[in-house]
């Protein structure tokens, strides 16, 4: 059963420092890994989706890589900003086309 | 272009009654899922339609139900509410089912946020 990790749970860091979010999965056999940001009482905003086939996926300051055979991701964000504060959350796409998803890391950027 | 839809963002219902819930996917957006978060259990997959087909199902009671129309909007009922289905229900549009070769990405809607008292 896959089950998908992200550690760690709260992340407080200085405006301007560039950090990594992580995300771990017990299952190599994905489809996708896809990271969201989920803003307090709101939807989520898909950030970066990486296809199995693929090893990493931009966008602006944001940076997701993907190693499937150790089952890890890795979403770096560059220069935070205090707009950057939010939940971040992972899923990943299993061999049953369902998406299974970590618990999501609560990142503060203080100004 | 609009996003994804979601109608109602509030409603506060009482145990044992039934909720309705609608969503509107990005127009040519085929794709309907729906997600159930809460605090305790994060966010768990319910159900994904595509075109009017329901394609696979999470593991939620039988309260819990869905459809989708010809023009891809999506509805899920919950019946006999209880306590304990209180949560953010979101739903996510894609262009494609997920099975399907493609990018799959998902876009989801600002979610019906349910209180059940």
């Known amino acids: 059963k896959q089950e998908v990790t992200q550690i760690p749970a709260a992340l407080s860091v200085p405006e301007g420092e560039n950090l990594v979010l992580n995300c771990s999965f017990t299952d190599s056999a994905i489809y996708n890994l896809q990271w969201f940001r989920q803003d307090p009482g709101k939807g989520l905003t898909s950030l970066l989706l990486i296809q199995s086939s693929q090893r990493e996926q931009t966008s602006g300051r944001l940076n997701a890589s993907l190693d499937k055979s150790s089952g890890r991701s890795t979403l770096y964000i560059a220069a935070s900003q205090p707009g950057d504060s939010a939940t971040y959350l992972c899923?990943?796409?299993?061999?049953?086309?369902?998406?299974?998803w970590g618990a999501g890391t609560k990142l503060i950027i203080k100004p | 272009k609009a996003g994804v839809t979601q109608t109602p963002r509030y409603l506060i219902k009482t145990r044992g009654q039934q909720v309705t819930l609608s969503c509107s996917p990005i127009?040519?957006?085929?794709?309907v899922s729906w997600y159930q978060q809460t605090p305790g259990q994060g966010l768990q997959f319910l159900f994904e339609?595509?075109?009017?087909?329901?394609?696979n199902k999470g593991n939620f009671p039988g309260r819990f139900s869905g459809r989708q129309f010809s023009n891809s909007r999506s509805e899920m009922n919950v019946s006999t509410l209880e306590l304990g289905d209180s949560a953010l229900y979101l739903c996510a549009s894609s262009l494609v089912a997920s099975g399907s070769l493609g990018t799959g990405e998902l876009f989801f809607g600002e979610g019906s946020r349910l209180t059940v008292l």
């Open positions: 899923a990943v796409r299993d061999s049953n086309y369902q998406l299974i």
């Open positions: 127009s040519g957006h085929r794709s």
């Open positions: 339609y595509f075109s009017e087909t329901q394609r």
